[in-house]
């Protein structure tokens, strides 16, 4: 067993008390006691809806080498049977570590932030570096207060190079976070009404996202979207930050990580591009402009923490798309194929403009349609119903046929819609399915997109059940 943690280190980062016999140490680090590995130490986290001082028996059960638990809370847990280290509280506790992480590390460091392709992002960055390095990266889109110190307290000593996801919902929750990260490298992939009920326009959140630069280290280097229509104002705080190395990326004559040339297909992207005067050219094995935008942050950063790009442009071909962010599938209909979009893990109207560009990209067969099925985008506040009547104009402006819509703020774009496109609207996920499964025709291609907590997974969940999938052009994860 490998130890990510002597208790010895361990202990000492977060000035916690032992309690009984320590291990040698820890092989990893967990806050749920259902995903935790035996050997892992469990940080008891409260969260939410839940505190994990609740579970501390599962976890010890699920084979815990160490507890991590708070000095108000020992006296409830009653006798435990594994060792244990007492803190004041857990989550700055984590934080301790998460900065001993830090501080050990000699791991090249990039953070990810931005209102659509943070995950995206940090994943092609996890798959490319992986091929000149050992390479540590945030799971799922742990990018929150507990999961940005999470990751960094899960970093392993000997990284070459570590990519964080660094997310936000409010003004002043990306400082704290990158303050620990401290990366030399910092992406901000594209700025967008995200969350925009918490915010009163695109320039606060862009002022918000500009946080990520305080964090940087002395010398590291801001990368930004040169395309995008917020450039301008976050260049500005960069440099307002300190930060002497801006550069851009995208279409843009003046971008330093500059487009050349681009070539959309259904299932990959072929792309020349320009990296700080270096011409080089790459098939990115997934489609879709949005993921030719974020590769060329990729091609950029890598760059900058010194990979080589020749390996990093090969390691391109075999990108895939992720679960609910655009995999696809082949769904078996017994009078032929129907692909489906899975889209269904987030949306707001920049990543829908994403998604439906990626729809009208791909060829549908015989009789197919073209189907979007779209569910709410959540979390916009007061825009929220002219931002979803605006997705009209998006989808006549493409070859969508024909539509499903579910959700209560999905009507303002029921209404919205001209009546030559053909529109199911239901209230609901539950009402909308039945409805779906029965449209769909051999030779179509649909289309999954909606806030996750609209539930459109189901959708997904539903079709494959009912047409298992011949065959996915990408991986699962
Ligand atoms: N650069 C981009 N611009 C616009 N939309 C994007 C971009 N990258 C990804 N998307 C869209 O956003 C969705 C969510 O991507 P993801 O990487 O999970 O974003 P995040 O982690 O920022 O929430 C994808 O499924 C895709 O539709
Ligand atoms: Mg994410």
Known sequence: M???????????AMDGRPLGPMPDGISGISIDSRSLQPGDA???????????????????KAGAGVLVV???????????????????????????LG????????????????????TTTKEALRHVLSAVGKVHASAQSFNNHWGVPLTLARMPDDCDYAVFEIGMNHPGEIRPLVKMVRPHVAIVTMIAAAHLGFFRNLDEIARAKAEIFEGLEPDGAAVLNRDDARFKLLDKMAHAAGVEHVYGFGENARSTFKLVKCELHADHSDIAARISGHDMIARIGAPGRHMVQN??????????????????????ADLSAERGRGKRHVLRHPKGPITLIDESYNANPASMAAAMALLNATPVTGEGRRIAVLGDMLELGDHS??????LADLIVGTGTQTVFLGGPEMRALAEALPSEVKTEYRAGVDDLKPVLLAALQPGDVVMIKSSKGIGFAKLVDALLGKFPAESATSKQT
């Open 2 to 12: 490998s130890l990510l943690w002597t208790s010895e280190a361990l202990v000492a």
């Open 42 to 60: 469990f940080f008891a986290i409260k969260g939410e809806a839940m505190d994990g001082h609740d579970f501390a028996t599962a976890a010890i």
């Open 70 to 96: 708070a000095e108000g809370k020992l006296p409830s847990l009653g006798r435990l049977t594994a060792p244990i280290i007492v803190v004041e509280d857990v989550l700055a506790a984590l934080e301790k």
């Open 99 to 118: 900065v001993a992480a830090r501080a050990r590390s000699s791991a090249k460091i990039i953070a990810v932030t931005g209102s659509a392709g943070k």
């Open 295 to 316: 590769v060329l942050a990729v091609l950029g950063a890598a760059h900058l923490v010194g990979a080589d790009l020749d390996k990093i442009a090969l390691a391109l």
């Open 385 to 390: 119903a002219k931002l979803h009547a605006a």
